[in-house]
């Protein structure tokens, strides 16, 4: 190579390294640039916790574009347990003026409910998700779900897991106390390896194991239903009324109330005495109170019968000793 030659490579290769250095400068920059105005499109939110007195009583700084507070999820409908039925999922409001449940993520795959210690400025646990019926359970309990199992958490004045994500489905019956308007949770419904039994809140089971689903409970009787039909148990497994077929069962106080072929019964198991008997009921879909609703007022059973042309009828029966 003669000496023009070389000073002509070395001056290419020169200005071809200098054109490298600045392409991947001006890259490098760029990437910055878009980093930098993507961080300013989704500035940092806080959020803002109040007392039932409107009080600030606490703050959480968000890490992620999806920030709020974490909408209840009620995930009973492919079970057959008669559970509250809601209008809609809603937020949650603060808990015992102590904990939040609160979403921070920013891909959906991550998307989590955070029960945030207010109080201590952290992190009391992290759950797929929290079921409140949104009446919410006595006692500030609360059923979540972790990796599709279910457990009990006491958010109250003394805060603790009452038993892990041990299940593969809890639930509450429909059952509300009138004084305090929240669902009575004294026992749940659970299933575990397609076995239903009555726990309390220690995890442990009040019932015999059951093979067919629970419909409904009470603290006396136990319904489970099989191809359609209604079965009735006591908690030592005693069945009632096995003779006949039973289209639909529920409760009111110790009375249970019996639906066949479109008839209503109600009956009190334990001395088998029968307070109503055979009333023609219009409307088939009789769970809910859609049917029919029955209560006890002043020792009279009070039998209200709903129609299809939305007519009411009251009827009422002595119920004294």
Request: one cysteine or more.
């Amino acid at each position: 190579m003669n000496k023009k030659a070389f000073i002509a490579t070395t001056v290419a290769l020169i200005l071809f390294f200098i054109a490298i250095t600045i392409l991947s400068s001006f890259l490098n920059n760029q990437k910055s640039l878009n980093q930098e105005v993507k961080k300013a499109e989704v500035p940092v939110k806080t959020l803002t916790f109040k007392d039932s007195f409107n009080k600030t009583i606490g703050t959480y700084k968000c890490h992620y574009k999806n920030c709020d507070y974490a909408m209840t999820k009620i995930d009973d409908d492919s079970y057959s347990l008669e559970y509250l039925v809601s209008e809609e999922q809603i937020y949650e409001d603060i808990i015992n003026d102590r904990f939040a449940l609160i979403e921070d993520y920013n891909d959906e795959n991550d998307r989590k409910t955070i029960i945030y210690d207010i109080q201590n400025n952290s992190k009391y646990m992290t759950v797929d998700s929290i079921k409140t019926y949104n009446i919410d359970l006595e006692n500030n309990y609360f059923i979540f779900s972790q990796n599709n199992k279910y457990g009990i958490v006491n958010l109250g004045d003394n805060p603790k897991i009452l038993f892990n994500a041990n299940y593969d489905y809890i639930g509450v019956s429909n059952q509300v106390d009138p004084t305090k308007n929240k669902l009575i949770a004294e026992k749940f419904a659970a299933m575990q390896n397609n076995r239903w039994m009555i726990i309390d809140l220690s995890g442990n089971a009040l019932s015999p194991i059951f093979n067919s689903p629970i419909a409904n409970y009470n603290g006396l009787y136990i319904t489970t239903i099989e191809n359609g039909k209604y079965k009735l148990y006591d908690y030592d497994g005693k069945e009632y009324f096995s003779n006949i077929d039973k289209d639909y069962i529920s409760f009111t106080a110790k009375f249970v109330n019996i639906v066949r072929n479109k008839k209503l019964q109600v009956i009190d198991p334990a001395t088998n005495k029968i307070i109503v008997n055979n009333i023609d009921l219009e409307k088939e879909n009789y769970n809910y109170g859609n049917s029919f609703n029955i209560k006890v007022e002043n020792n009279k059973l009070i039998v209200l019968i709903f129609s299809n042309s939305n007519n009411t009828k009251k009827l009422s029966f002595d119920i004294k000793d």
